[in-house]
Nanobody, 122 residues
Framework: QVQLVESGGGLMQAGGSLTLSCAASGSIFRINAMGWYRQAPGKQRELVATITSSGSLHYADSVKGRFSISRDTAKNTIYLQMNSLKPDDTGVYYC????????????????WGQGTQVTVSS
């Protein structure tokens, strides 16, 4: 089994900062990529940021210059540092991982965390 557990969400005033964490645990053979997605009320889920096993980064245009994604490979953990928060950043943030589990299978699967609420007040 592979599980993703998010933490760090909460309430913050506009202009403030929050840091989200996502730890992958279980029978992990290799993590190909991990990232963050978010879903605002009444809107589609959208990509926020991703990081690959080689360290390649990608950010949504709406968060470039404000958010940064990083990783601690020894802990199988990624982080999302969110600065200069805006009310439009409000939503449920989901951790995502493209992960191959231990065993004889070479297939990788996509895993999702349960989500953590981020609310930014004006």
């Amino acid at each position: 089994q592979v599980q993703l557990v998010e933490s760090g969400g909460g309430l913050m005033q506009a202009g403030g900062s929050l840091t989200l964490s996502c730890a992958a645990s279980g029978s992990i053979f290799r993590i190909n990529a991990m990232g963050w997605y978010r879903q605002a009320p009444g809107k589609q889920r959208e990509l926020v940021a991703t990081i690959t096993s080689s360290g390649s980064l990608h950010y949504a245009d709406s968060v470039k210059g404000r958010f940064s994604i990083s990783r601690d490979t020894a802990k199988n953990t990624i982080y999302l540092q969110m600065n200069s928060l805006k009310p439009d950043d409000t939503g449920v943030y989901y951790c995502n991982g493209d992960i191959r589990s231990s065993g004889y299978s070479s297939t990788s699967y996509t895993y999702w965390g349960q989500g953590t609420q981020v609310t930014v007040s004006s």
